[in-house]
T-cell receptor, first 113, second 118 residues
Framework: AQSVSQHNHHVILSEAASLELGCNYS??????LFWYVQYPGQHLQLLLK??????LVKGIKGFEAEFIKSKFSFNLRKPSVQWSDTAEYFC???????????FGKGNQVVVIP | KAGVTQTPRYLIKTRGQQVTLSCSPI?????VSWYQQTPGQGLQFLFE???????NKGNFPGRFSGRQFSNSRSEMNVSTLELGDSALYLC?????????????????FGSGTQLSVL
């Protein structure tokens, strides 16, 4: 079964700072990779996904993530955060051909104006 | 297009009771999955239904069960509730138009049902 690790559960940043959230997974086969975001009081929304092709994936709201297969990683980045990026961010993985998602524990990100 | 709808939004039950949660997927979506979200364990997969059949199951005890109806709406049931069952229960739907899990699908989540067991 797949497992996902996210470090630095709580992250506090000032506006305009850069953000990088780490995500490592363990699974020997082909995977699909996702980042989901949960804004305060809202449901989980897909930020970006990687199925195949260019390992650098661009998502909504200026976020991007890079899949490094050799490192089993899919780190999320944003060059300059805004107060509205305050949210919980979840990395998720599923084995190709299986809708069962394994989630990391999440990163609670607080952006201070 | 309406999103994934879960009812009720909040539930309070006592130990030993049972509970039924409901999920209406996005129109046309055929796959429905359920997840449990707690502060300690994060999001954990419960089960997935497709065409009224359980297609995938997580590592939860038999007290957790579900079903899917012909219109793709799904229910999950938890019997003999325990304090540790207090959680946000999330439903997610996906199109999966071919029924082939080799097709990589995006999940759309509902807002969840917050269950508190006293």
């Amino acid at each position: 079964a797949q497992s996902v690790s996210q470090h630095n559960h709580h992250v506090i940043l000032s506006e305009a700072a850069s953000l990088e959230l780490g995500c490592n997974y363990s699974y020997g086969g082909t995977v699909n990779l996702f980042w989901y975001v949960q804004y305060p009081g809202q449901h989980l929304q897909l930020l970006l996904k990687y199925f195949s092709g260019d390992p650098l994936v661009k998502g909504i709201k200026g976020f991007e993530a890079e899949f490094i297969k050799s490192k089993f990683s899919f780190n999320l980045r944003k060059p300059s955060v805004q107060w509205s990026d305050t949210a919980e961010y979840f990395c998720a993985v599923n084995a190709r051909g299986n809708n069962r998602l394994a989630f990391g524990k999440g990163n609670q990100v607080v952006v201070i104006p | 297009k309406a999103g994934v709808t879960q009812t009720p939004r909040y539930l309070i039950k006592t130990r030993g009771q049972q509970v039924t949660l409901s999920c209406s997927p996005i129109s046309g979506h055929r796959s429905v999955s359920w997840y449990q979200q707690t502060p300690g364990q994060g999001l954990q997969f419960l089960f997935e239904y497709f065409s009224e059949t359980q297609r995938n199951k997580g590592n939860f005890p038999g007290r957790f069960s579900g079903r899917q109806f012909s219109n793709s709406r799904s229910e999950m049931n938890v019997s003999t509730l325990e304090l540790g069952d207090s959680a946000l229960y999330l439903c997610a739907s996906s199109l999966d138009s071919s029924g082939d899990r080799g097709v990589n699908e995006k999940l759309f989540f509902g807002s969840g049902t917050q269950l508190s067991v006293l």
